[in-house]
T-cell receptor
């Protein structure tokens, strides 16, 4: 059974801080890893990672995958209150099934 | 807006009621999904449809009945639910089930069973 574990479960920081969110996984026949941001309701897509060591970057957010050690990190620099959300990690296996982790709840205080 | 629309946004129903959740996308996607998100639990995949055919039923109780009349619409019919079925129900769609393409989510239906 595929498994995704995210850490920490929750995190409280102040504006301007840098945060690193972790996602480790066990999956049969890995295809890709996805990061989502969930505010209020619908998760919104952030990144899709398929290759090790290649950083994906979007503004203050970046993510990288390590397929040997089976983990990914999501970095957010110069955090803002609008970054407060639940960050979800999911892996896709060869059967194209998505398995989500439990999420990291990030709160950014002014 | 992600292009995936769910209605209603909120629903309160009694345990003897029958109701339906609706999901609609006009993104040209061929795969559609129902997820359940309960408090303190990861997103749980319920059903997957690919080109209108159900390809996954993740051991979901029969009181949840999906319907996919075409690639753009997905329904979740609910009957004789239990209070523990109260949750956020999310619909998603993706281009196809191959290649790990990202899924786009709707805003969800917040369901309360009383």
């Amino acid at each position: 059974e595929d498994k995704v574990v995210q850490s920490p479960l929750s995190l409280v920081v102040h504006e301007g801080d840098t945060v690193t969110l972790n996602c480790s996984y066990e999956v049969t026949n890995f295809r890709s890893l996805l990061w989502y941001k969930q505010e209020k309701k619908a998760p919104t897509f952030l990144f899709m990672l398929t290759s090790s060591g290649i950083e994906k970057k979007s503004g203050r957010l970046s993510s990288i995958l390590d397929k040997k050690e089976l983990f990914s990190i999501l970095n957010i620099t110069a955090t803002q209150t609008g970054d407060s959300a639940i960050y979800l990690c999911a892996v896709v296996n060869a059967g194209n099934m998505l398995t989500f982790g439990g999420g990291t709840r990030l709160m950014v205080k002014p | 807006e992600t292009g995936v629309t769910q209605t209603p946004r909120h629903l309160v129903m009694g345990m003897t009621n029958k109701k339906s959740l609706k999901c609609e996308q006009h993104l040209g996607h061929n795969a559609m999904y129902w997820y359940k998100q309960s408090a303190k639990k990861p997103l749980e995949l319920m059903f997957v449809y690919n080109f209108k055919e159900q390809t996954e039923n993740n051991s979901v109780p029969s009181r949840f009945s999906p319907e996919c009349p075409n690639s753009s619409h997905l329904f979740l019919h609910l009957h004789t639910l239990q209070p523990e079925d109260s949750a956020l129900y999310l619909c998603a769609s993706s281009l196809d089930r191959g290649g790990g393409t990202e899924a786009f989510f709707g805003q969800g239906t917040r369901l309360t069973v009383v």
